[in-house]
């Protein structure tokens, strides 16, 4: 490219998703990775950490006002639901021109903030300076229920399990290997935040209950969905073929995906489309990396699109295979 690079930062480094970002960065020809934060790995050299990196980068532990001071062109706040706030404001006020895009929930239910699942909302963008990104679980949702929305007959019913990359790196039950060992952990059975998200921007109520699988990384919705008036399964195939035409990192199927299949894969699959025998029950299933396209891969897309450059760069497509 002939522009020169936009420089970029995360905050929040430390995490799953932090270091596939960092993973992105470094292969994406208009981003220049210039300061990563992180309290508990300050001073370390980033490539220690992430062999794809290779630059003599190091985490520093920055404090808003310094993530401020830094005037990065994009700043990606990788933090803990509740913690986006203090760097939001000090943006506001000392870089208000950069590019911020937030990973947590906090403001997935601004309307100041574009919310960004680009298969569904990318018309909506209207060049805002704030990005939300979508939850994991409520990017799958929403994919498995867009193409029908028009004919439900009652709320979408959504049971997940993902893997544990998806609570976090702080100990928990919820990422503890050997508690989830032959086990499957059901949390947050009403009113998780991505239940609430999907209803909010799906603009009608969604049933949701997660669940924890002793694999690391990778999830799974199967959404139960009734309709107004039936329909034969080749219709449905047909709607979500439709929907999602052209889009690089959504694949409709017509079996059942498999989320031993979508581990470091950069792109959603949808596909199962059980019918009940009168035609007025789907049954739809969706798979997704929770750390890429649930998080990091959309991320990109979603910068890949406000800096002007195309939609996919840096992010490994699928393949027919």
Not at 84 to 90: G, H, Q
Not at 180 to 200: C, F, I, Q, V
Not at 256 to 282: C, M, N, Q, T, Y
Request: charged share 25%; hydrophobic share 40%; aromatic share 6%.
């Amino acid at each position: 490219m002939n522009q020169p690079k936009k420089t970029i930062g995360i905050v929040g480094a430390r995490g799953h998703t932090g270091a596939e970002l960092i993973r992105l960065i470094a292969a994406h020809p208009a981003l220049e990775l210039t300061f990563v934060s992180s309290r508990e790995l300050d001073g370390q050299r980033v490539a220690e950490h992430n062999d794809a990196y290779a630059g003599e980068l190091r985490y520093e532990s920055l404090d808003p006002e310094a993530v401020a001071a830094r005037h990065a062109d994009v700043v990606i706040l990788a933090l803990p639901n509740g913690k986006a706030a203090p760097y939001v404001e000090a943006l506001d006020k000392a870089a208000p021109d950069t590019l911020l895009l937030d990973l947590s929930a906090d403001y997935r239910f601004d309307e100041r903030w574009y919310y960004g699942l680009p298969e569904l909302t990318r018309g909506k963008w209207r060049g805002e300076r704030k990005i939300s990104n979508p939850g994991c679980y409520a990017t799958a949702v929403q994919l498995s229920i867009a193409p029908l929305k028009d004919l439900l007959a009652a709320p979408p019913v959504s049971f997940g399990v993902s893997g544990y990359s998806g609570a976090g790196t702080t100990p928990s039950d919820k990422n503890d290997p050997e508690k989830l060992r032959d086990n499957l952990m059901p949390y947050s059975l009403t009113g998780h935040t991505h239940e609430k998200e999907a209803s909010r921007h799906l603009g009608i109520p969604v049933e949701f209950m997660p669940h924890v699988a002793p694999h690391f990384r990778g999830l799974t919705v199967t959404t139960n969905l009734y309709l107004s008036r039936p329909l034969k399964r080749e219709e449905v195939l047909e709607r979500f073929r439709r929907a999602y035409a052209g889009e690089k990192l959504v694949r409709v199927l017509d079996e059942a995906p498999w989320v031993s299949r979508i581990a470091h894969r950069h792109h959603a699959e949808i596909g199962g489309f059980a019918l009940s025998a009168d035609g007025k029950r789907v049954v739809v299933v969706a798979t997704l990396d929770n750390l890429l396209k649930g998080a990091a891969t959309q991320a990109i897309q979603n910068i890949n699109r406000a800096i002007g450059v195309d939609e996919y760069t840096a992010i490994p497509v699928p393949t027919n295979d």
